[in-house]
């Protein structure tokens, strides 16, 4: 993650770096421009035959020479063209050579005659370079200085567009162009570089397909700058056989313009659009990659004219496959009209070379440069697109698992609660049945007495009373309503009321301050606890309920023990004995809820105290810890009186 931050920094600082681009390659144009072209004139002629009969000799003597403009393009094809610049003569004093710069850098073979000099210089990207050819990434013939006027002929010949931009200059302005060249050019291809590394970083963490499209492609984007641009050419050129450089680069393309297509398709691919629209488009990215069998059947020429057709209906499918999406108006992280109009920009510009090349609109200089959108203008604003995609996918992919465990939180409460009602419904059938027999079975012996109904019927009130406790706690509608009590009159109060008080004996002291208490939730923990004592105890057993000042924490405080010799029903488990509706095995043929204890320790918490439970031989005791005064509250000297503090 710390790796995906710093390239996501180091994209973003170098997304605000176009204008410094656009800058260098301005101050480039401008010295360009600014440059002393020692052409008098630049003529054109093509040799329509193909033929390599035609000589040096023979472009000499020809007469259907064309002007030549700044940049011009002949499309693709066989024909050689031939190029004639007319020298000026060089001044008295000049010493340094000077340099006939030939671009772009993709162009198969280029050679130069100069009959004045006796030079025949040859070069091209086809060429292994060697020598000074290696010192630039464009081509470059150094020619003498002549004192009088003179003419040289280049001719060209390239299974690539034959596309030709030619100076001639001095030494010195040679060498800084090319070093600012490169210079910019170099960063075209390490922010290509960058943006590609950061997409595989994203991808690793995502494995999103929209984002490893644009990695590969961006990374085949980059490969492709490298043999473009000619850095390919300077660095491993040398190494490989004639014509094999070329052939690598044109593959290289076909895989950019197969992945681009591709790569555009599953980014339209999540505005939904129609079916057959999103089927042309990938159809398009596969049969580009079907192409290069022409290379190996021996039609170099009509590859390259093919995937410049496939470039722009390629263009126009995407194009089509997002306008299809408008009726469905999905919505997305980025908004279609934004998208459409990147898209557009986008198609205009990577659609200008192939136009050019094709021969269907005038040749224009922007030819050597409107191809780098694949790497300087998709990469920045793919960037921030895919940057802000990104996010919106990590949040929805947030909000759906907070959405999935809210989901699966109220499906277990739901569930929780069906389990409690159905526990709580047999519960109080099996409880209700206990007293209910009782009275039927004195009813038909004829004996029903006072004390029996009055038991049962107390009986059936004290399991109502605890659901209904049970369940105000759940919902926390029960607050302590603080009272100033006499511990000592409570404690017997609770003993008179439990079910067999002649069985409990007292251990109280002699007197006892006031304590801070709700009496009727206090009243409620001893009376289960007694009762608790009374069912599970040996039967006619002593039970004991002690009463002592103590001290916890350094507060002062009461605390209640109820004792009891262990009966039939044995020990329960100790780690489960404050949960709701837990019953030990062998208690089950004694009547109860499962809810007293439960509703003890709830009780308990609510009034600041606490309850311990622990075995001793044969003895179960229950601890039961009250503070003199809770926490915001000050028992004031007088009868039932509290302040808070």
């Known amino acids: 993650m710390k790796l995906h931050r710093f390239f996501s920094k180091l994209c973003a600082w170098l997304s605000a770096m176009p204008l ?18 020692l052409a008098l004139s630049k ?31 002949w499309g693709f094809g066989k024909e050689t063209v031939w190029v004639r610049l007319q020298l000026k003569a060089a001044d008295q004093e000049t010493r340094m050579p000077w340099v006939v710069r030939v671009r772009p850098a993709f162009l198969d073979y280029v050679t130069l005659y100069d009959p004045a000099a006796g030079l025949v210089l040859r070069s091209g990207d086809a060429v292994p370079p060697e020598g000074e050819d290696l010192s630039s990434i464009n081509f470059r013939f150094q020619i003498p200085p002549l004192p009088y006027e003179r003419s ?29 060249q490169e210079w910019v050019m170099g960063f075209v291809m390490a922010l290509s570089a960058i943006f590609a590394t950061w997409a595989l970083v994203q991808w690793s963490v995502s494995r999103d397909k929209v984002i490893g499209a644009f990695a590969v492609k961006q990374f085949l984007a980059a490969s492709w700058a ?17 014509g094999l450089l070329s052939t690598i680069g044109t593959m ?96 205009s510009l990577n659609a200008l070379p192939s136009l050019i090349h094709l ?57 929780r609660h069906r389990e ?106 001893l009376g289960n606890l007694l009762d608790n004592a009374c069912k599970y105890s040996t039967p006619d057993s002593r039970i004991t309920l002690m009463l002592r000042a103590t001290t916890e924490d350094d507060r002062t405080g009461w605390c209640w023990q109820v004792s009891n010799q262990v009966g039939k029903a044995g020990l329960p488990d100790a780690g489960r004995l404050f949960e709701k509706y837990y019953r030990s095995p062998q208690a089950q043929r004694v009547s109860g ?19 311990g439970y622990e075995v001793r031989g044969q003895q179960v005791i229950f601890s039961v810890w009250l503070p003199h005064e809770p926490h915001g509250l000050h028992v004031v000297p007088g009868p039932q009186k509290l302040k808070a503090r």
């Not at 681009?21 to 144009?29: A, D, E």
């Not at 193909?50 to 002007?67: G, M």
């Not at 299974?159 to 600012?180: E, F, K």
Request: hydrophobic share 50%.
């Open 420 to 525: 409690e009602q159905s526990q709580l419904f047999a519960m109080l059938a099996h409880e209700m049945k206990t007293p209910l027999a009782t009275l039927r079975m004195w009813m038909e012996a004829g004996q029903l007495k006072p004390e029996a109904m009055e038991r049962a019927i107390a009986d059936m009130n004290a399991v109502i009373e605890r659901c209904v406790h049970t369940g105000q706690l759940a919902d926390q509608g029960l607050q302590p309503d603080w009272q100033a009590v006499d511990p000592l009159a409570l404690t017997r109060a609770s003993r008179e009321s439990c079910r067999s008080p002649t069985r409990v004996d007292l251990d109280l002291p002699e007197r006892a301050d006031l304590l801070a208490v709700d009496a009727q939730m206090l009243s409620i923990v």
């Open 20 to 37: 410094s681009l656009l800058l260098l390659t301005g101050c480039q144009g401008s010295m360009s421009a600014a440059a002393p072209d």
């Open 152 to 180: 040289i002929y280049l001719q060209m010949r390239s299974t690539s567009a034959r596309t030709l931009y030619v100076q001639v200059l001095p030494y010195g302005q040679d060498q800084q162009q090319n070093r600012l």
């Open 593 to 611: 809820s499962g809810l007293g204890l439960f509703l003890v320790k709830g009780l308990l918490n609510l009034m600041q105290g606490r309850i």
């Open 359 to 415: 021969g269907w609109i005038e040749p224009h200089p922007i030819v050597l440069f409107s191809n780098l959108a694949h790497t300087v203008l998709d990469g920045i604003v793919m960037f921030v697109m895919l940057q802000i995609r990104a996010r919106a996918m990590r949040k929805a992919q947030i909000q759906n698992t907070l959405d999935l465990q809210s989901s699966q939180q109220q499906a277990k409460a739901e569930k």
């Open 226 to 242: 490298f043999f473009f641009l000619g850095f390919a050419r300077v660095s491993i050129g040398p190494g490989l056989p004639e």
């Open 252 to 347: 290289i393309f076909v895989g950019v313009i197969s992945l681009t297509i591709w790569f555009f398709g599953l980014l339209i691919e999540g505005y939904q659009p129609a079916r057959w629209a999103l089927r042309a488009t990938q159809g398009m990215a596969v049969l580009v990659l079907a192409l290069p069998v022409l290379q190996v059947l021996g039609q170099p020429h009509l590859l390259v004219k093919l995937i410049n057709q496939c470039v722009l209906l390629g263009l126009f499918l995407l194009l089509i496959a997002l306008l299809s999406a408008v009726p469905k108006r999905v919505k997305q992280p980025i908004p279609m009209a934004v998208f459409f109009i990147y898209l557009l920009v986008y198609s």
């Open 43 to 73: 003529a054109w002629r093509m040799d329509p035959s193909a033929s390599a009969n035609f000589t040096l000799q023979d472009a000499e003597k020809a007469t259907d020479w064309e002007t030549l403009p700044e940049s011009n393009t």
